[in-house]
């Protein structure tokens, strides 16, 4: 799929299903770009989770910038809450043409909320800082925390960056903080251990930076 809607339980479904599912509310709607990633997560739902093809997070191809909008425009606007990047891969690994989404939503539907989710990685993946791509476009940033220091990181992420990812990742989300209104890094309860969380909370606090605490989904 490369748009969707997430339903209680963390079920995808295509977004039809999801706003006749719920024919009264507002839906976010999420859009899957790559299945690509810089990162091979212990923890990612890329490899333990199983779904049906016509459900499937899987591309079999990547989608064009033309692929993503036809879809979106197609969507019912009046019902749509906020427009999420995120999938089974990194949404910045295609920079060029989430930024071009990014600018063609916030010309035809200023009004809409946007939110990337992110493993904040792009400043090494693309060799420059990459914050100021997102002035005017975004309204949230998650990044992926994951874990309170630098070896505990790559551990649990194993990036292909190495051990520079976690101070990498800490400085895109303060170089963000300037150019997107909210940014929030978020860490999954299911890595929490000998205060593990609390110390990510530290961590934030001493950047400045806004830590969300999200149930882990299992399956």
């Not at 999938?87 to 990337?116: Q, Y």
């Not at 904040?120 to 992926?144: E, Q």
Request: a negative charge; hydrophobic letters at 40%; aromatic letters at 8%.
């Amino acid at each position: 799929m490369i748009i969707y809607t997430v339903e209680p339980g963390g079920r995808y479904v295509t977004t039809a299903e999801g706003f006749a599912l719920h024919p009264e509310e507002k839906r976010g709607v999420y859009v899957n770009l790559t299945n690509q990633c810089t990162c091979a997560c212990t923890f990612c739902l890329r490899s333990l989770k199983e779904m049906a093809e016509d459900h499937s997070l899987w591309l079999k191809k990547e989608p064009s910038e033309q692929e993503v909008i036809a879809e979106l425009s197609a969507l019912p606007w009046e019902r749509v809450g906020e427009i999420v990047f995120c999938g089974f891969g990194e949404p910045t690994m295609r920079l060029d043409v989430l930024l071009k989404i990014l600018r063609w939503l916030r010309a035809e539907h200023p009004n809409i909320k946007t939110r990337l989710n992110t493993n904040g990685l792009s400043d090494l993946f693309h060799g420059r800082d990459t914050a100021p791509d997102f002035d005017g476009l975004l309204d949230t940033i998650s990044i992926s925390l994951n874990a309170s220091n630098a070896e505990r990181y790559l551990e649990l992420t194993r990036s292909r960056f190495g051990l520079r990812s976690f101070e990498a990742m800490l400085a895109f989300a303060e170089h963000a903080k300037a150019y997107v209104p909210d940014v929030v890094l978020t860490v999954v309860d299911h890595v929490e251990d000998d205060g593990e969380i609390e110390k990510c909370r530290a961590l934030c606090e001493e950047r400045g930076l806004r830590l969300r605490v999200r149930a882990y989904e299992a399956s």
